[in-house]
């Protein structure tokens, strides 16, 4: 049986959300995002990739580290705001902690070459771990209103804009996210009037 075939399960308490989250946070360290992905739609069953690519979506686009607004968004859909406050703790608390130790190190150590070297080396994890958890949710845009020739589209000019042409990020989301909020909205309104 497929994960997307199983029962979607929810939270057990605010508790369980504070861990869930905490364990999540520390080990991500750079690459969050894919961590969080695995064990919300196919380990806890919580949410379906569709479902997840949504909530990144807006994520995405609200101000913050996305994953604290994917926390925050999935805290207060099973628990109100007290449990977006327990998922935004469970993110943020060990982090926070953790944070603050390395930092007190690397200032001691910032100039050996291991540490830089070590620094380095996890960018190209962090980047590979990106990039993996992009194309395993690939497969939600299939029934994305738009279809994925036209998602693939988006994402390709986003990427020339920001990457290649050096465009202000903001512009580029304000542009594009309007742009494809209006054809979703569209198509899903033909859709609508197609099945009435």
């Known amino acids: 049986m497929s994960t997307d075939a199983a029962p979607l399960s929810s939270p057990k308490s605010k508790m369980d959300l504070f861990v869930t989250f905490t364990l999540l946070a520390i080990q991500g360290f750079g690459g969050v995002l894919t961590v969080t992905q695995r064990v919300l739609c196919e380990q806890k069953r919580w949410l379906t990739r569709e479902q997840f690519v949504e909530i990144l979506a807006v994520g995405q686009v609200l101000p913050g580290p996305n994953v604290c607004n994917v926390a925050l968004m999935i805290g207060d859909r099973y628990y109100g705001w007290r449990g977006a406050f327990a998922a935004l703790a469970g993110m943020i608390l060990v982090p926070l902690i953790i944070v603050l130790l390395v930092t007190a190190l690397y200032t001691q150590h910032a100039g050996n070459p291991v540490v830089a070297g070590v620094l380095k080396g996890m960018g190209a994890v962090s980047a590979g771990l990106i990039l993996g958890t992009a194309l395993r949710l690939i497969g939600a845009l299939r029934q994305n209103p738009m279809g994925l020739p036209l998602c693939a589209a988006f994402t390709v000019v986003g990427f020339a804009g920001v ?13 594009l996210g309007l742009l494809a909020c209006g054809l979703a909205w569209y198509r899903l309104r033909a859709q609508d009037q197609d099945r009435g």
């Not at 990457?163 to 542009?175: D, E, G, N």
């Open 163 to 175: 990457a290649l042409l050096r465009w202000p990020l903001v512009w580029v989301i304000l542009c």
